[in-house]
């Protein structure tokens, strides 16, 4: 059973009692990333992410990663559009170990102009190495396409531009402003002392005073009329595509049927996409689907890397199946199938300490509820096939279609964007 604490502060704490694993994992999140940013500082959560690793009060750059490591453990870091999250997994006994490094490394980070201009250097590199790395660029490209003009839209590493922009009196001030107890959570799985580590946290965050939460700024939609292309010409040896549609927010009531829509089309190799394009017709290696979910919005994605020869092909083999299972109730058996399979999946990462703590965090820092297994289970089981064709008619619509590709078609564009329609 979870466990909630609110701290005076406002910070809070959740945690996964797994007394029969040898393993802890701990994760410090805070609510801010990429959507919170301006043109301006755009990456500047990212980029602070990345120096926090870099040294703090009582922990060295070095030290940092010995002190983890040097348990068997191990530590990393990750921004996104509404999260930044420092985490751990290390054996049980050494639990107040990464509590010590990962609070010094948040609360008071060294942040010195050295780290920086040196750490501005890594992010530009990081930055060309995506550009350079066109199955994932093309992601990107897709954003842009589904929210033009808005921070959502645009990348979390940011550009060459606003990176170089951004000095140290921006991150101290964006660190102060942000970093603060109330837009923090502490999400702990496995062996532990659930009261003491209470109490640890209390200690190690007692210095932060209570704050104000982080301003949200909704997504704006609705101005799409016509599916839309974005065509990067590259001369690559496959082309690289996103399809991607608007899709519903995190806590719409559809959420468990959109993620059953997702297994049946394309999270594995049984599903639709895969034994048509590949399987059936030999048009891509890779071909899958996603789910993005935010606070007020998502999308359904359609990924794929095709022979550059069989693009079009590919791309109306593709709507052909979304046209299907909007129109067409799914079999029984299949249902049975994909409810199975992502209860099976759920069921085999809650048994891992990383997996439970990055489960439990997110969804604390995101929505501040979190779900058991059982209720997951429960609410899967009430799924019917009419509410995976419902899913399916409210996304797969032509005026929330989006397609970002990367590829040598530069004179095949026109013939791409006409085969852009949803039967």
Not at 182 to 211: E, H
Not at 264 to 292: D, Q
Not at 373 to 389: A, C, F, H, S, T
Request: charged share 25%; with cysteine; aromatic share 8%.
């Amino acid at each position: 059973m979870y466990k909630k604490t609110i701290l005076k502060n406002g910070l809070r704490i959740i945690t996964s009692p797994m007394p029969k694993m040898q393993s802890v994992a701990l994760g410090v999140w805070i609510k801010i990333g990429g959507r919170y940013e301006t043109y301006q500082n755009k990456g500047i959560s990212h980029y602070l992410e990345h120096l926090l690793f870099k040294g703090s009060r009582k922990y060295s750059c070095r030290r940092i990663k010995e002190s983890i490591e040097g348990v068997g453990g191990t530590l990393n870091g990750f921004t996104s559009e509404e999260a930044t999250c420092y985490l751990v997994k290390l054996p049980c006994r050494y639990l107040n170990l990464g509590l010590s490094v990962l609070s010094d490394m948040v609360i008071n980070p060294k942040l010195s102009q050295e780290d920086i201009d040196k750490e501005r250097t890594v992010i530009l590199e990081e930055i060309k190495m995506y550009k350079d790395m066109p199955q994932s660029y093309v992601y990107d490209l897709l954003d842009e396409l589904l929210w033009p003009n808005q921070m959502l839209g645009a990348s979390v590493i940011g550009s060459a531009e606003s990176v170089c922009a951004i000095n140290k009196a921006d991150l101290d001030s964006y660190k102060n402003k942000h970093y603060t107890p109330v837009n923090i959570v502490v999400s702990a799985a496995g062996s532990m002392d659930n009261d003491k580590f209470i109490k640890d946290i209390g200690r190690a965050f007692l210095g932060c005073k209570k704050s104000f939460a982080n301003e949200f700024i909704k997504v704006r939609e609705g101005g799409q009329a016509r599916p839309q292309l974005k065509l990067l010409p590259k001369d690559t040896e496959q082309t690289h595509i996103v399809i991607g549609f608007h899709s519903f927010k995190r806590e719409d009531p559809l959420k468990y049927a959109q993620a059953i829509l997702h297994v049946i089309l394309g999270a594995n190799m049984s599903s639709r996409l895969f034994n048509e394009l590949r399987e059936n017709k030999g048009l891509a290696y890779e071909i899958g689907t996603a789910v993005k979910r935010f606070q007020d919005t998502g999308a359904f994605l359609v990924h794929a890397g095709i022979d550059n020869r069989k693009v079009i092909e590919a791309v109306r083999v593709i709507l052909e199946e979304l046209g299907k299972i909007k129109n067409v109730l799914v079999l029984n058996d299949e249902l049975k199938r994909a409810k199975e399979f992502y209860l099976g999946q759920l069921e085999l990462a809650m048994e891992d300490t990383m997996d439970q703590m990055l489960w439990i965090g997110e969804s604390t820092l995101t929505l501040d509820k979190t779900y058991t297994l059982e209720q997951v289970i429960k609410e899967i089981d009430k799924l019917k096939k009419e509410d995976i064709r419902e899913a399916a008619q409210l996304i797969f619509q032509e005026n929330k279609l989006n397609l970002a590709m990367i590829g040598p078609l530069k004179t095949q564009e026109e013939q791409i964007r006409q085969e852009l329609t949803l039967k």
